[in-house]
C-alpha cells in the first residue's frame, strides 16, 4: 500500500519529521486551541510537495474534488468527521444539496459526487444534487461503473432559499469552486447554511492572501516546534498587476522574479542545498485562465510576453518559491494530496505524473492518482522509528502541514468575509 | 475479515436490520439530538447478542478493557474519536493520567492499557499511568510483546488532585472499574476532569437502573423506526432483595422467575419462536461477586440456594430474559462486543467460546477474542443489499444497538449522579 518513498532519507526534512514527531503533544493541544478560535473550513484538500530539504503545501483547495480517490478503508474516518461537522454545524439537519460543478460528462468528477453523496449519507443525511447548470432542465440520471448513479436535479430558487424538487434542505455543500463568478442563485440564502460560503470561491480568494495567512501559520508554528519557518513556507511576492503587454509590466515582474530567486539561494546556500531554485508565476486570483509557469530565471520570461495578448489587460500577479517534489513512485513524479474534513485529517492519495518534471505542476492532464494508506497512517505515527524510515511518521507529518494550510484557510475566510463587520 | 454468519438469514432480524437501514437518516439525526442533551460517557463497550429473532445489548462496560484487541485498522477511528472527547471536555488538556485496574501479572490486561496510551498519545496528550495499587510503591515497567513496556507508577494524591511524580495531569482516565468500591484516593478531585465520573463505577451501578433506561430508549427508538421495542429490550424485572437461605426469598425468587418466563413465552408464542425460554439470574449491583445463572425452569433454582452460604445475608437481585447467541464461528458460540468512544463506534470483536452453550454467559475464561472488520464495516451500510447477506449492514446495526446502550448509559449517570441536585 505504501509507496517508494525515494526521498532524501538525509537532511532539514528528516530533522523536520523528528521535531514534528517529538512535538505531537504539543501540536495537538495548538491545534486544539485554535480551532477553539478559528472555524475550520468545512472541508479541503492541500498539495503537499516534499523537497527532500523542505516540505509545503501548493495549493489549498476549499471545493476538494476527486473524493473518489479516497479508499474504501479511508471512508469511514470521513464519514466520522462529516457526523462531527453536521453536529456542530446542524445537528437537527434531515436534508443535504450538493451543488456540483457543471460537468455532466466528466464520469471521475460525476464518481467524486457519488462518493461524496455517500460520505454524508453514511453519517445520516438524506442527500440530493442540485445542479445550476442551465443545461440540466430536468432530473437527469447518468449511470456509474459498478452500477452506481447520479442524479442531476435543478436547483429551484424560493425567497432566501434553494432546493430541488420535493427537497428542501437545510445544509448546501458546495462542489463547485465558483471560479465563474457567484452565480446569483447562490445569493442570498440567508435561511440555508452554505458551506463553504460563497466567498471561499475563486472569484474572491486571492493566492496571496492564503499564503500570507499561511505564512504567519508557519511561522507561529515553527516558533511552536523550535524550526525555521522557511521549511514548511514558501516565500512568495504579491508582485501585483502587470501587463504584460507593456515593457513597464515585464520590467516589474523581471525585478520581482530576480529579487525573489536572489532570497531563495540565500537560503539555499543557508542550508547547503545544490538544487536550481526557481519560481512558480501564477495568477493571484484563479479566475483568469492563466496558467503555472515555472521560471528558472527571469531570462525565461519572455516567453509570458508572447502569451500576453491572450490575457487581456493587467493581471494580478503572485511569485512564489517553488518547491521541488522529490517523491516519485515507478520513476514518475509525485506528490501527496491530503484529504480534510472539518479539522481531521481523513486521507489522502499520490498524484503521479509520468510526463512531468520535478519542478512543474502536476495537477494537469495526464496524471494519475494512487491511493495511499493515508487513513491508517496519518493517525499512527511510529515514536522512536528512524526519520524517513517510517511511512506512517512521514504521512503524519504531511496531515500535520496540510492542517497548517487549512488553519491559515480559516484565517483566510475570516479576514476576506463580507458580513465580519456585522460581528464586531 | 469477515466471519461466518450463522445468524438466521430469515426472519424479525433480518427486517429488523431492513428497517434500521432504510431509517438510517432519521436515526443518525435522533442519535445527534439526543447527544445535544445528553453527554455520553466517555467510553463504552457493549456486548450485544443477536438470537437470530432478537437481538439486544447484555452488558454496557463504562470501563471497557481488551483495548487491545482492536485491530491497526480501527485505531484511527478511535484516535479521531477521542480528539473529539478532549476537545469538548478540556482543549487545553496536556496531561492524561490513566488509573487502571490493580493487575501488575495479567499481560492482557497490560496490553490493553498499552492501547489506550496509545489511542491518547496520537490524539495528542502526554499520557501516564497511575497504579492505585499499594503494591506499587515506586515506577515499575513491565516488558510486554513486541518490544513494548508498560510502566505504572504510584499515584500521589495532593489537595484536590491526584498524579504521578513530575507529572500533574488535568484529565484522569478511569480504566478501573470500581467494584471493590470508591478507594479514599479518587474522592474529591474537585480540580480535575475525572472520567468517566465515580458513580460510573460498580459499587455504585445497577443492572436495574441501566435496563429500566435502556428500556425507555428502546422504547423510543422501537417508535422512530417502527418496531415492536421487544426485538431490541429483553424484559426484566427487579427481583428486590432476596435471602437465598430462606424458603421465603426462594419463593419469591421461584414466582418472580416463572412470571419472567411466561411473559417471554407470550412473546415467543406472538412471534411463533420454537426455542426455548430463559432467565438470566444476576446481581443487580455487581460487587457481592455473585455469578451469573441461566435458568430454564424455576426448578433449577435449587442449586442456587446450595451456594447460598458463600453469599451472606439478602441479595439484589435481577432477572433478565435471557437473549440466545445464534453467532458461530467454527462452531464455537460467538458474540459481537462493540467499542465506543465520545459518541463513536470505533470498533468491535467477536467474543468467542467454544466451551460455552448458546444461552450461556461468553464473558468466562476460555474466552477468545477475534477483531473483525467493524471498523470499515460500522459506518458502512450497503443499502440495497438483501437482509442477513450483507456483514457491513449487519454491524451497522450492531452499533445501532451499542449506540442505544450508550445512550442509556448517559441517562443512567444523569440519574445516579450524586451532584446532580447541584445543577438542578
Known sequence: ?????????????????????????????????????HTPPFYC????????FKLAPVDTNLFPVAWQNLTPAMLPLAVQAAMAAIEKICPEARNLLIVPQNHTQNTFYLSNLAQ????????????RIGSINPAIKKSTTIELLHGEAITLEPVIRTKGRI????????????????????????????????LPPLHAGWSTRHNSTHFKCYEEVAKRFGKLIGVDAWLINPLFDRCGSIDFSTDDGMQQLTRGVDVLLAKIKKKYKEYGIKEKPFVVVKADNRSNGMGIMTVRDSKELAVLQKTA???????????QEGVLTHERMHDAVAEPVVYLMDRYVVGGFYRVHAQRNIDENLNAPGARYVPLAFAESTHLPQPGVRPGA???????????????????????????DPEAENYA
Chains 1, 2 share one sequence.
Open 309 to 319: 495578448p491572450e490575457l487581456s489587460g493587467p493581471q494580478d500577479i503572485i511569485l
Open 163 to 194: 432546493g430541488v424538487k420535493d427537497f428542501d434542505p437545510c445544509t448546501i455543500l458546495l462542489n463547485n469552486d465558483l471560479s465563474a463568478g457567484v452565480p446569483g442563485i447562490l445569493e442570498d440564502l440567508h435561511e440555508q447554511y452554505l
Open 390 to 416: 517510517s511511512a506512517p511518521n512521514r504521512f503524519y507529518m504531511y496531515g500535520v502541514i496540510a492542517r497548517l494550510a487549512m488553519l491559515a484557510a480559516s484565517y483566510e475566510l475570516e479576514a476576506t
Open 1 to 37: 500500500m505504501v509507496p517508494h518513498l525515494v526521498t532524501a532519507l538525509t537532511g532539514p526534512i528528516n530533522e523536520l519529521e523528528q521535531r514534528i514527531l517529538d512535538s505531537m503533544p504539543a501540536i495537538e493541544r495548538w491545534f486544539r486551541l485554535e480551532w477553539m478560535e
Open 116 to 127: 461524496l453523496r455517500r460520505v454524508f449519507h453514511m453519517a445520516g443525511l438524506n442527500v
Open 45 to 52: 484538500s492541500v498539495d503537499v510537495r516534499n523537497a527532500g
